[in-house]
Structure formats: structure tokens, C-alpha cells
């Protein structure tokens, strides 16, 4: 559904501190790219009439030096830890990633040229191609599951060679290859050429490292040598250089925005929300959710609206804040850029009064620099539901551990998302060999939004989506093969007990899916109901449906399959048998299963009898 641009957005007023609750307001201007941008400083309304209003983060003066307010900020330190902790609480060895070796690639590689006769004076900065950090890495907020993203930024011509991307990625893979059977250990090189922003992925020692290319102009030497990455060291870059190297500017720019002096505490804020998010399954760009640089786009937003805050209040004013936005209107660090620097390649930036594509996104959050863009384009209305249901649980029990009604571990406590519906949607992928698991898994975990997207269309037929952005390892006694599960919450919305069928939510899913030209035999996918009873071996399974592996193209066949001894393995399991189905509430529907269709519901007696027509409880 389109955004209604013309209702202001209207900040909450619920709470005690309703006043220092409502940021100052702007507008997006509807102005083409030729615009200056709106006043940076917060508050000022920005130019034309009928468009969006956004809010910036204006700071208010909400002193507060209570001794609580520190004094939950020292418990919230301790609990998550004084490094960077894991994703479950687990200190994380950092020392493991600090030495991966990467800051000595450039010289590896060969990328530097003889030194020119004579010797240049000493620089102000390395000449050589740079590894810059970009992401949690640089942000210093990762955790066992992050990613390190890094940028390899060339020196330009005649300091290093004119190199193009994919013989860049080429080389490093071929150095890779060389280097096996060293100290570290390279796995999984896969290089993305073609994507949005071109990216090489590979493991080092099991850890996952995203790795993008730029390289600056020759015309840009001089400016080069006194910065590497100022608005004039970048001049005439393609868009994809530019794409590159937008996750550092991204980065040095939230936290500029932060400040030196508010880093710790915006450090511990988005380290203990991002802990949060993981484990009420909410983490994850790529399956729709909200993944790293939305977090902390969020929690730069809350700091510099709340400058007094300690780590506890900023933690609490997130939920605050965020329960009762009024979406779409986007979260903006600062105004829309719409003019590119001088020199600069022209992007396309998010602004839903230009663009129609825009106006249909549902949480927007805009990153920083030019071009402004949506980072959190993909959060779908399933997605949203289950992120603002979180974000309220969220309130609520942070709003009684800052009362003193228990401690942190209350927050991040396990998920009670396993107990609250009495279906599930059960979408299981295997493969006969970890190697081929990984790319399969890969590839599932890709299409999982075109699943969710899909299933929104049971809502005419009467029934709520809740996708839990996870998968859980499958582990059981008759598995030979390596599994993984992704779980969705089904809530009924009828009383009258009337027929469900999902099998034509799912089709497109399992079409995209089976249809991979990667497909190998063995890799298989199933979409079955689950019913209540999640913590044991795999509850109720009921009629599920299975596409076979096949290799190469064709359609997946789908069929009804017994195989079902799997159990969960993860966070964010409750145990229990459905009994506090509080998402239900009594209802019931009944779903069908649907011969030679992609999928469905149904209960244990439909397995063998696809046609049959059986009651969801
Ligand atoms: P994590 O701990 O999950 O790795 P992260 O902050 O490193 O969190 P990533 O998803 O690894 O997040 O992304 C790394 C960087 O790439 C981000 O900081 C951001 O600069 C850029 N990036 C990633 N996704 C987007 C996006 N959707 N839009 C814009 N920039 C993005
Ligand atoms: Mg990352």
C-alpha cells in the first residue's frame, strides 16, 4: 500500500516524558536533485507543502544524573560484557580477528609499484592500497556472527596500477589459492560481480569477510595523498566504486554524527539492541528484517535526541521512541542529500515524492551521505508486523527493569516466540554434504522474502503472518544429512473454523527456490504446518510437501513426505506445548493440502493423504 504522504507523523505522548518525546519536524522536499538540501539543523522545517515530514534528531535537554539511571548503565555494561561479547554473552576473540592478515594484502599482492627515482617526500598517508574496516568491525559493536566488512581502497595510477574490480578479485583469489596451507585458512571465495555492490565473500580462519574494491582516479593524486576518502578524493568514480565505498562513509559518518565523547555509550546501546534483535528474531537484512547499519542508524538517531542519556535510558528511550513511530516516515541522521558533490557521479537517493518505487517502502531509514538511500528497503509487512510486536514487548520489559523489576537478563531472555501460536509454517532445507548445505542454505535464506511476501496474501483469507528471522540447526537421530528450519508464526484471525488453504502463498517460493542453477542432488526443501508442542522432537508435524533435488533447471516436483524426526537447535526456543498461544486466542481455522501443489497445512492424519481437509487447532 502506498505511504499516505500527506498525514504528518505524530511522535508518542504515552509516556511520562511525552514532551522530550516529539523531535522537531522537516519535510522531504519534492524538488528535483538540483535542490539544496533542507537545513541540517534540526527542527527547521524543510520546503514544499504536500510532502513527507521526517524528523530529525534535535537535541533536548533532558539532564538526568540519577543515581538509578547509572546505575542501571553499570548493570547493562557488566551483563553485556566489557569486550565485544557474543551473540549469546560468550566473550568473543576478537584477537582472532584482529589477525587475519588482511592489513598486509596490498603488500601480497603485489599491488605496489617500484618505488619512483627519486624518492618522493614523505607523504602525509600510506600511498599503498588500504584496507579500510567498514560495518560492526569499525563500528566495534560485532559479535561472533558478524561479518567483517572491509573496503580495499587502490592508490591511484601511477602509485598502483590501474586495476579493474574483477581483476582485482581474480588475483586475490589466485593468492588464495596459493595460500591454503598456511596459518589461516581460506574457504568459501565466492565473488559477486554483478551485484548491486560488487563484493568478494569468503572465510579466513571461519570467519566471514565481505570485500569490496575502489580504486581512485589518477586525477586525484594529489588530493589522495592528504585524504583518503574526502569528497575530492572521489571525484570521477563510477557508481559502483562509489557504492563501494559508501559503507565507510556510512560509518565514519554515524559516527561523527555520534561524537567522540557520546561513542561509549552509543557503543553500548546498539551492542545490547542488537543482542536484543538477535534473539527475539528480529536480525537480518537479508530475510527483510533489520540487520547492522539499521540498528545503528536507530541508535544514533536516539543518542543525538537524548545527548544527557546513559547507556541504560538511551537503551530504554529506543523502545520508546521506536514503539510508537509513525511509519513510514523515515529515520533521518541528518536531511536528504539530493545534490551529489561537485565531480561526483549522480546517484539515484530515496525520496518518496520523486520516486513511486520509494513511496512503498514501509520503515525507511536513510543512511547518512550521498546518495541517501533506504537501507532497510526490504522489510516487507510481515517482517514489520513481527519487529514493531518486539519493539512493544520490548517497551514493556525494559520500561520494569529501568522501574527495578529484575535484571537485564529479563531483555534478553530466550524468545517466547515458540510458545504464542498454536501453527507454525515450517520451511526446512537439506543437503547431503555440509559444502553443499552451505550453498543451499545460502540460496534458501535469499528467497525467504519472496516466502513471507507471498504468505501476506493469506491475510485475505483470514490469516497473520509472524516469520522469525533465524534458522535453526536440524539435528536428530535418522538425519544423515545436514538440515536447517525457518520458523513462521501463524495466527488465525477467524472464529468460524472455515478452510484455509496456503499451498498458492507458497508457490512462488518454492519455484524460485527449486529453480537454481546451483541445485544439486540432495538438496531438498520442505514447507510443512507444525502445530504447537515446538520444544520436543519437531511437535506435530503435518502435511508437509518436499522438492526434490534434481540438479540443473526444471521444476521442483512436490510431493507429500513422512521424513520429519528433526528438533530445533538455537536460541530463541521455548519449550512448551502451545498452551500459551497467546497470539491465538482460541481460534481455529482449518487449511488443506494440495495434491502436486507446492505446499500446505493440514495435521498428521493428512501426511499420505494430500487431498484431505483437516482442522488447524
Ligand atoms: P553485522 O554485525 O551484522 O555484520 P554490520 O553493521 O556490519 O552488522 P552488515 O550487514 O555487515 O552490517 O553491513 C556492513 C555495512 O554495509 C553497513 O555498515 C553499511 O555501511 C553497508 N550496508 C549493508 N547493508 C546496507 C543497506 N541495505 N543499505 C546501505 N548500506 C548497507
Ligand atoms: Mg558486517
Not at 536516539?302 to 535510558?313: I, L, S, T
Not at 497445512?601 to 493423504?609: K, L
Amino acid at each position: 500500500m502506498p505511504n499516505d504522504h500527506s498525514s504528518s507523523p505524530v511522535l508518542p505522548t504515552s509516556s511520562s516524558s511525552s514532551s522530550s518525546l516529539s523531535p522537531p519536524e522537516v519535510q522531504l522536499t519534492s524538488s528535483g536533485s538540483s535542490s539544496s538540501p533542507t537545513k541540517s539543523t534540526g527542527g527547521e522545517s524543510g520546503n514544499t507543502g504536500d510532502d513527507l515530514k521526517v524528523y530529525l534528531p534535535k537535541p533536548i535537554d533532558d539532564k538526568h544524573d540519577e543515581e538509578w539511571e547509572v546505575k542501571r548503565g553499570t548493570e547493562l555494561d557488566d551483563f553485556l560484557g566489557n569486550g565485544v561479547e557474543g551473540d549469546d554473552g560468550v566473550e568473543a576473540s576478537s584477537a582472532s580477528r584482529e589477525n587475519l592478515g588482511l592489513n598486509n594484502l596490498h603488500n601480497n599482492l603485489h599491488l605496489r609499484p617500484p618505488p619512483p627515482p627519486p624518492p618522493p617526500p614523505p607523504p602525509s598517508k600510506s600511498l599503498h592500497p588500504t584496507i579500510i574496516p567498514f560495518g560492526s568491525y569499525a563500528l566495534k559493536v560485532h559479535s561472533p556472527s558478524s561479518d567483517i566488512d572491509v573496503l580495499c581502497l587502490a592508490s591511484p595510477p601511477p602509485l598502483t596500477p590501474v586495476m579493474s574490480r574483477s581483476q582485482f578479485f581474480s588475483r586475490l583469489k589466485q593468492y588464495f589459492e596459493t595460500r591454503m596451507n598456511d596459518d589461516f585458512i581460506i574457504s568459501d571465495v565466492t565473488v559477486l560481480i554483478n551485484a548491486f555492490t560488487p563484493v568478494m565473500k569468503f572465510k579466513i580462519n571461519c570467519i566471514d569477510i565481505d570485500l569490496v574494491y575502489a580504486q581512485i582516479k589518477e586525477e586525484n593524486l594529489e588530493e589522495y595523498k592528504n585524504e583518503y576518502l574526502g569528497k575530492e578524493t572521489l571525484r570521477g568514480l563510477d557508481a559502483e566504486s562509489l557504492r563501494s565505498v559508501n559503507g565507510v562513509l556510512v560509518t565514519n559518518e554515524i559516527l561523527s554524527i555520534v561524537g567522540k565523547e557520546r561513542g561509549e555509550v552509543f557503543r553500548l546501546a546498539l551492542r545490547g539492541i542488537k543482542r536484543w534483535a538477535k534473539g527475539v528474531g528480529i536480525y537480518g537484512n537479508g530475510m527483510g528484517f533489520l540487520g547492522g547499519v539499521n540498528f545503528a542508524i536507530m541508535v544514533a538517531w536516539v543518542c543525538g535526541r537524548f545527548p544527557n542519556a546513559g547507556p541504560a535510558r538511551l537503551f530504554q528511550k529506543f523502545f520508546q521512541i521506536y514503539s510508537t513511530w509513525s511509519f513510514p516516515s523515515p529515520i533521518l541522521l541528518s536531511p536528504l542529500l539530493l545534490s551529489p558533490p561537485p565531480g561526483w557521479t549522480p546517484q539515484q537517493i530515496w525520496n518518496p515524492t520523486l520516486n513511486p518505487r520509494d513511496a512503498y517502502h514501509l520503515l525507511p531509514i536513510i543512511t547518512p551521505c550521498y546518495p541517501s538511500m533506504n537501507s532497510s528497503y526490504n522489510v516487507g509487512k510481515g517482517q514489520l508486523r513481527r519487529i514493531m510486536m518486539e519493539v512493544e514487548r520490548g517497551r514493556e520489559v525494559v520500561d520494569g527493569v529501568m522501574k527495578g523489576r529484575g535484571g537485564w537478563e529479563e531483555v534478553f531472555r530466550e524468545s517466547t516466540f515458540f510458545n504464542r501460536f498454536t501453527n507454525y509454517l515450517e520451511v526446512r532445507c537439506v543437503a547431503l554434504t555440509p559444502s553443499d548445505f552451505r550453498r543451499w542454505q545460502r540460496w534458501v535464506e535469499s528467497k525467504i522474502r519472496i516466502l513471507i511476501a507471498g504468505l501476506e496474501m493469506a491475510a485475505e483469507q483470514g490469516v497473520e503472518v509472524h516469520p522469525f528471522a533465524k534458522f535453526f540447526d536440524v539435528v536428530g537421530k535418522e538425519m544423515e544429512v545436514c538440515g536447517t528450519s525457518f520458523f513462521i508464526g501463524l495466527r488465525s484471525l477467524r472464529t468460524n473454523g472455515d478452510i484455509v488453504d496456503l499451498s498458492f502463498c507458497t508457490n512462488e517460493f518454492l519455484y524460485a527456490v527449486s529453480n537454481w542453477e546451483g541445485r544439486v542432488q540432495g538438496m531438498e526443501i520442505f514447507v510443512q504446518g507444525v502445530s504447537g508442542g515446538m520444544g520436543g522432537s519437531g511437535g506435530g508435524a503435518v502435511g508437509q510437501q518436499k522438492v526434490k533435488g534434481g540438479g540443473g533447471k526444471g521444476k521442483g516436483r512436490a510431493r507429500n513426505s513422512r521424513k520429519r524426526n528433526g528438533t530445533r537447535r538455537g536460541n530463541g526456543g521455548g519449550g512448551g506445548g502451545g498452551g500459551n498461544s497467546d497470539e491465538n486466542k482460541g481460534n481455529s481455522t482449518t487449511t488443506t493440502t494440495t495434491k502436486g501443489k507446492a505446499t500446505t497445512d493440514g495435521f498428521s492424519e493428512a501426511i499420505g493423504s494430500p487431498t484431505k481437509k483437516t482442522r488447524m487447532r
